[in-house]
């Protein structure tokens, strides 16, 4: 959906610039959420978050540091502190290897992180391949810079389990292609790429002079081991690898908008000069909620994952007992991105289970190739929102 003119002057939406005026489309999830905007009836399922407030230990390192008065300007790649202790959390969560501060920038959410990511890369016309499905926000952020997203659908087997063909990867690069996109543990499927599978991409950019952009923000919620593979664990620190990262999913962390991205040393400075244009930087008493998440947070981490697995489970019990719903159990992230026989517009029905059953699920179109035909359910939430939401989905799917 493009921008909504309605609510401009006329005049002023003639005036704006191609890429706000044009390019600039509405994500489905938002198109979905803006028909019931503020019912405080519906049951949100739709957007990467939980029913979970921040930790208190958390909202305590924060609001004391604001107490203190640490209310002035300060770093544009973050606190000090807080980078060294990103990469103390880097070196310790991937065992062995090297990754110093000066290869981390903080930034405003995982989102920005990726926004950054464009703006060094891109040229007007030049593409990024991405593997989808995929959380919709990198093809707007693409869009912004004038590039093109190119999409590289992963396969599916009939039990709806993902699956990545590499050379599929390769073959959509071209002349115009900067770098190469993948979020694994990914959203909205949960597929995770092996190290293997990162290793022939790693090698393939190497050759061919890509960058690779590895989203790892649900690095921590996986279900099958402690932590998903790594770029980190297999690149140089000088490779041309950007990963990202956010605070927003393991603890809870979502409306702090706090991410941060692993680069080589040599981009430090760029870097800085972008985040001084975009936002200036972070709030300096949000990073020492941060720091404390850092330190203190593994214990919550670790709840959050037994949360979200017992969600899952949750509604893939529900949904997989009824016979025109086809979904699997994912590997990590915490979405079921399921389907239901009868189903083809994604988009229309979940407008209609949000205005009509009270339940907010995100449109399969909505994640690029290979969506079509999915619904969302994020399943972070409690077992009692979960089953609100359930009842109310199985009550629309009865009535089709
Ligand atoms: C795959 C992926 N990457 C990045 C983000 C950005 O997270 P945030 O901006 O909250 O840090 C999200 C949020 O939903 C996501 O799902």
């Given at each position: 959906m493009a921008l909504d003119h309605r609510f401009l002057p006329s005049g002023i939406s003639a005036s704006l610039s191609r890429a706000i005026a044009h390019d600039l489309t509405e994500t489905g999830i938002s198109e979905v959420a803006m028909t019931v905007f503020g019912d405080p009836d519906v049951v949100p399922l739709w957007f990467g978050e939980g029913d979970l407030v921040t930790p208190e230990f958390v909202r305590e390192a924060a609001a004391a540091a604001l107490q203190a008065g640490e209310t002035f300007y300060t770093w544009q790649r973050g606190l000090p502190e807080l980078r060294a202790a990103l990469s103390a959390y880097t070196e310790r969560l991937y065992d062995g290897i090297d990754c110093a501060a000066d290869r981390i920038s903080v930034t405003t959410g995982g989102m920005q992180a990726i926004l950054l990511c464009c703006q060094l890369l891109l040229d007007p016309g030049d593409n990024i391949v991405i593997v989808s499905p995929i959380w919709p926000n990198i093809t707007s952020a693409t869009r912004l810079m004038r590039g093109e997203p190119k999409y590289v659908a992963l396969d599916r087997t009939k039990d709806g389990v993902w699956s990545l063909d590499v050379q599929k990867v390769f073959d959509a690069v071209d002349s115009r292609t900067r770098a190469i996109f993948v979020n694994s543990p990914g959203n909205p499927t949960g597929w995770t790429m092996t190290t293997d599978q990162q290793r022939a991409l790693l090698d393939f950019a190497r050759e061919r002079g890509l960058w690779i952009m590895a989203d790892e923000v649900y690095a921590r919620l996986i279900y099958t081991r402690a932590v998903a593979p790594s770029f980190l664990e297999i690149a140089r620190p000088d490779d041309a690898l950007l990963v990202l990262n956010s605070f927003s999913k393991p603890w809870a962390m979502t409306g702090w908008r706090i991410g941060w991205l692993t680069h080589p040393a040599a981009l430090g400075d760029q870097l800085a000069k972008l985040v001084q244009i975009n936002t200036s930087g972070l709030p300096a008493f949000l990073q020492r909620g941060a720091i404390a998440a850092l330190e203190k947070g593994d214990f919550f981490v670790e709840q959050m994952v037994e949360r979200c697995r017992a969600g899952g489970e949750l509604v893939f019990q529900r949904l997989s007992a009824n016979p025109r719903?086809?979904?699997?159990?994912?590997?990590?992230?915490?979405?079921?991105?399921?389907?239901?026989?009868?189903?083809?517009?994604?988009?229309?029905?979940?407008?209609?289970?949000?205005?009509?059953?009270?339940?907010g699920l995100a449109p399969g179109e909505a994640f690029a190739a290979g969506g079509q035909g999915n619904i969302r359910l994020c399943f972070a939430s409690g077992a009692e929102r979960l089953s609100k939401g359930l009842d109310r989905i199985e009550a629309a799917i009865k009535a089709l």
């Open positions: 719903v086809t979904i699997a159990r994912p590997e990590a992230a915490f979405y079921n991105f399921f389907s239901v026989d009868g189903v083809d517009d994604t988009m229309a029905f979940c407008k209609k289970l949000a205005q009509d059953y009270k339940v």
